[in-house]
């Protein structure tokens, strides 16, 4: 199978051009193809979609779990987003659309450092590590661990007091961990601390792109958390029983990038049917310590690509 074409990719720095680019035609007709595929879904088994991989650079089988998309019940095909895992590399839509921007952004040896190491997103940059990057993966181990020191063969690093001189690298890549630090303003002025002058932090979280406003889950205390809603755990390879949610991520995050030292603050909206890129709106957000932002999405929204 020959590569398909480029996915679309449209950049927005604010809630209206958000809300803009959700009513193009290729937008939404990729909505419509999207539902349409999780209804043929049906409630039982595995779905299976063939495509191109952008983190294997080759043909590739993508499948998703009923029991994946089960929240997704009644909230569009969010469910996506953390499924369609790649039958060879293992990455999730999400993952792969960040593979995707990585190789974008990130010029021949450049300086990474991702915020995990535990997972496929980290097997696959260290597989980088030997091929094109200087990558370094970390996890946060517990509060009893201090930064930079080797635990059966992953670093423990903070994302709030990470342990890196400044400026030591070109990238940073967040993928859905921000939600879970206590203090994400304070793991914002740290990447943009340990970045390059032009340096980025790429970013995955969930984004609830209807709300203007973060809400604060839980909040650390001197006697352990305060929950101030529902604890919500999502899954983590180190933590059998999950990982607390503190934060349910709205428009403000983007000014908060920027209070923390970023000139620029963009989010990504991705589409792919060929690419698997589902999980509408797919978001990936590029906060750059220059002011070159992300040139290379086109902004006109009337001269935008098709939906593949």
């Known amino acids: 199978m020959a590569p398909p074409l480029e996915p679309w990719l449209h950049a927005a720095r604010t809630a209206a051009e958000h809300a803009a680019l959700l009513q193009h035609p290729a937008v939404v007709q990729h909505w419509t193809a999207e539902q ?31 029991r994946h998309l089960a929240t997704a019940a009644g909230l569009g095909s969010d469910g996506y987003r953390n499924s369609l895992r790649c039958t060879r590399c293992g990455l999730a839509s999400r993952q792969r659309l960040v593979a995707d921007l990585l190789r974008r952004l990130a010029s021949p040896r450049a300086r990474i450092w991702a915020t995990e190491h535990a997972t496929a997103f980290g097997a696959w940059l260290r597989k980088r590590r030997r091929e094109t990057w200087a990558v370094t993966t970390s996890e946060f181990l517990g509060p009893g661990h201090r930064g930079g020191t080797v635990h059966r063969g992953i670093r423990h690093e903070d994302a709030m007091a990470p342990s890196f001189a400044a400026a030591s690298f070109d990238v940073v890549v967040s993928c859905d961990v921000l939600e879970h630090v206590p203090d994400h303003r304070r793991a914002l002025a740290a990447a943009a601390r340990v970045l390059a002058p032009d340096g980025v932090l790429q970013l995955t979280v969930p984004f609830v792109h209807l709300q203007a406003t973060t809400v604060v889950r839980a909040e650390p205390t001197a006697d352990g958390v305060r929950h101030l809603l529902t604890p919500v755990r999502h899954h983590d390879p180190l933590r059998r029983e999950g990982v607390l949610v503190f934060h349910d991520f709205g428009w ?9 030292g970023f000139a620029s603050a963009t989010v990504l909206l991705a589409g792919s049917l060929a690419h698997g890129y589902l999980g509408h709106p797919l978001h990936a957000f590029v906060f750059g310590k220059g002011a070159a932002g992300w040139p290379p999405v086109q902004r006109d929204h009337d001269a935008a690509p098709a939906c593949r």
Do not use: E, I, M, Y
Request: glycine share 10%.
């Open 252 to 260: 403000d995050l983007l000014d908060d990038a920027r209070a923390a």
């Open 36 to 66: 349409d595929l999780l209804h043929r879904f049906g409630w039982t088994g595995r779905q299976r979609l063939a495509g191109w991989c952008s983190a294997c650079g080759r043909a590739a089988t993508f499948v998703a779990k009923r």
